[in-house]
Nanobody
Framework: QVPLVESGGGLVQAGGSLNLSCAASGSIPSINAMGWGRQAPGKERALVAVVTEGGTTNYVDSVKGRFTVSRDNAKNAVYLLMSSLKPEDTGEYYC?????????????WGKGTLVTVSS
């Protein structure tokens, strides 16, 4: 397991912005993609933004144009800048990393940070 520690969640009004950060710690194998998942109340967790090691990004349609994912490979960190937030963006946000060591590959998730967007 590679611990992923998130920070930056909180309460914000609709239309506002929040910045999430996540860093991997401990003995770190090769990190492939990193990103963020979201679990809204009563729903399953799903990825909303992913960035590859080379910097290619992908977003779900609901956050395109409003969220920006980036990473710092030297720091084993990933960030999520969320703008024009909507009440439906409310949920627990989890840091995600796709990892490889030798012939083994697996996904790791952080413990989550809560984002609440009030209307």
């Amino acid at each position: 397991q590679v611990p992923l520690v998130e920070s930056g969640g909180g309460l914000v009004q609709a239309g506002g912005s929040l910045n999430l950060s996540c860093a991997a710690s401990g003995s770190i194998p090769s990190i492939n993609a990193m990103g963020w998942g979201r679990q809204a109340p009563g729903k399953e967790r799903a990825l909303v933004a992913v960035v590859t090691e080379g910097g290619t990004t992908n977003y779900v349609d609901s956050v395109k144009g409003r969220f920006t994912v980036s990473r710092d490979n030297a720091k084993n960190a990933v960030y999520l800048l969320m703008s024009s937030l909507k009440p439906e963006d409310t949920g627990e946000y989890y840091c995600y990393a796709s990892l490889t060591t030798g012939s083994l590959s697996w996904n790791s998730w952080g413990k989550g940070t809560l984002v609440t967007v009030s209307s």
